[in-house]
């Protein structure tokens, strides 16, 4: 496996957005903005990182990795090298959100060194492209968690 930029047309990369946001209208806020890395195995991507950076501070922004490759270390290694692309560019701290109900990526985030920091609570709704009524793993999709990591 292999982490490199992506420098080709985002509008590809949409599907992978997808798999990691269910509103249309909030990748379409997002999908050009700051930097891409992705994983490639065998020619394909197998996963991809999207990562925002501002002064002294950058967002993990968006993430996925191909449903049968998730667990074998593609997203360890995308975020490991994303926080490398950051103490390049002297970045102190690191963000990222993630649905309260996305247990998964709750934990996934932590095992990599992120630590909770506040609840945005309804930030999953109509108004912001989300459908009324998702659930995630039996838990509605209402509130965002975000954690951070110094650097």
């Known amino acids: 496996m292999e982490i490199r930029?992506?420098?080709?047309?985002?509008?590809?990369?949409r599907p992978w957005?997808?798999?990691a946001d269910d509103s249309e209208q909030a990748i379409d806020g997002y999908l050009t903005s700051g930097e891409i890395l992705v994983a490639?195995?065998?020619?394909?991507?197998?996963?991809y990182a999207q990562l925002v950076i501002g002064t002294?501070?950058?967002e993990l922004k968006s993430m996925a990795v191909l449903e049968q490759r998730r667990g074998a270390g593609i997203g360890r290694a995308l975020?490991?090298?994303?926080l490398d692309?950051?103490?390049?560019?002297?970045?102190?701290?690191?963000l990222v959100a993630t649905a309260a109900a996305d247990t998964g990526n709750l934990r996934f985030y932590q095992?990599?060194?992120f630590r909770l920091r506040r609840v945005e609570r309804d930030a999953f709704g109509p108004e912001s492209g989300y459908a009324a009524g998702l659930v995630l793993d039996g838990i509605p999709l209402r509130d965002r968690v975000w954690l951070d990591q110094d650097l």
Do not use: H, K, N, P
């Open 85 to 94: 692309r950051c103490r390049e560019c002297a970045v102190e701290r690191v």
């Open 79 to 82: 975020v490991r090298a994303l």
């Open 111 to 113: 095992r990599q060194g």
């Open 5 to 13: 930029r992506y420098d080709g047309d985002r509008e590809a990369l």
């Open 40 to 47: 490639v195995e065998g020619g394909s991507i197998a996963g």
């Open 56 to 58: 002294g501070m950058a």
């Open 17 to 19: 957005f997808r798999e």
